[in-house]
């Protein structure tokens, strides 16, 4: 029986990362932890399921539970993953990101434990790009923009540092932007869907939907494959290497936007609000998959609009 | 009356920079601080000195003094600069450079300070290094090796970001090796010097001298070039630059030995201690000064065998 740790647990990704365990009947032994005290996880009926409140920037609490646990596998999903967050608060967000991992990857190091660690990156981490490079490779320039996508090349300059240097099992990503049903409305795809179907609801015909810039474009990846992307890697990915976790896919934010409108069938008017406008914002993100379905079997289930009517179905749910 | 504010003021750069302040006749107040209480600093002709002992890693403390100083420059050499102590503390290397680093230049940005930062990084950001590219231009890729040179990376990538997307005041340095009287024996040729000087003192004709691996390559530049540099690019540095601080002379560490033990005419046998060659060390470390040498009329003033001769010096007299 395999034993996982899950860092983060009451984000997004470890909700469904557990989903895809459970799905998968797959017999584990799971830790999750999370500065917050754990939203409800019980009815699990594969995996055995244990749950602590822990802050990852107290390296003793740390100490103390991996020693304990002494997990084969940790998936480290705690992160504040909001550029917008880390533009107002770079501090936090740096600590946040760059100091918990160093001070995971540390303990792991110090009691020479025998566990793979993923370690999540960012699509952020390329920067702006030049349209030849796109798709983009693991293999391409970084030119982070945002103090969070900083603390992402931090990171995974940290992890490629610790997996050459100090000979320890990481593996990392640069994740592209994830959507699916559960996603806070802080992430623009469930704010689109939130809003647009808020307006269905009360029976208007026409919205007036303030926008950030809607002409970039980008690689959205359903939660529910990147959850068997890091399954899979964690079992099959190359020590030291990095992997792009994306759909391969190019979208507009419009297009977004036309499709929910479709899906719903209202009529949606954007209007650019520039406080809702990212100052230094990558205009065009698109990556390439190919070395993550080489090295690991791994390839993507749902389509944009499979995500979008689900998208939409867990709001229906959650605003009734 | 320029007021300059320096971090790091007990270590060994602040100390030659207060000298070349005084030597030079340079009206400014400056304010110094450390976390240590200061050393003895007085009977100053020029400037005017002022002292405050500070934790960098507490932002209100820094808030109040750059509040209450508003500093026209900021020298910030606070940092724990040595790659061997990063080897064994990654977590307080990293806390003690990048955070205190951007602690101190989101106060800048908070308060919207009018001050010019000089972030001082480091030619271990470069990491391997192909032959083709040496001398390293400012253009050449980054690969660190270390956690020290990963955290120089990051904050020099901060540093960008702020001058970019805030559009803050800052010019950062890829600072080569330092040499020069008064530099702490936990460094290497300072330790070359006081281990060939007390041999010699001791009557020793002949000395077997521990070494890690002296076959490596690296460009020394006197500490007295390094702060008149540093002068220079807080006055005439370009906002966002990168510049090299470098001497532009490829030195082998055996060389410097060998111009110590001709120095002092003593037999020195260099033999290698498994226990003091670093993992992953870089072989050739070479800079290019050229753009520091354009943009700013600078150029250094002490060849390698006079700065030799007056680490010298300094070691006779402390340690008599």
Redo the contacts between chains.
Sequence with gaps: MEKILITGLNGFVAKHFLDYLEDNHIRAQVLGIDIQPACMYNGFKYIDFHYACIDLLQ?KEIEKILFQFQPEYVLHLASYSSVAFS?KN??LS??NN??IF??LV?VVREYSLKTRILSIGSSEEYGNVNEADIPLKETAGLN????YA?AR??QE??SS?YA??YNQDIVMTRSFNHIGPGQSDVFVVSSFVRRILEAKMSGMKELQLPVGNIDIIRDFLDVRDVVSAYYKLLHKGKKGEIYNVCSGCAVRLSEIIMFISEALDIRVIPSVDDALVR??DNMLIVGDNSKLCNDTDWHPHYCLKNSISDIIEYWKIKLN
Tied chains: 1, 2.
Excluded: D
């Design positions: 390296q533009w770079p501090i740096f600590q760059v100091n160093l001070n540390e982070p923009l945002s103090p900083v090349v931090s300059m940290l540092l050459k240097s100052p230094n």
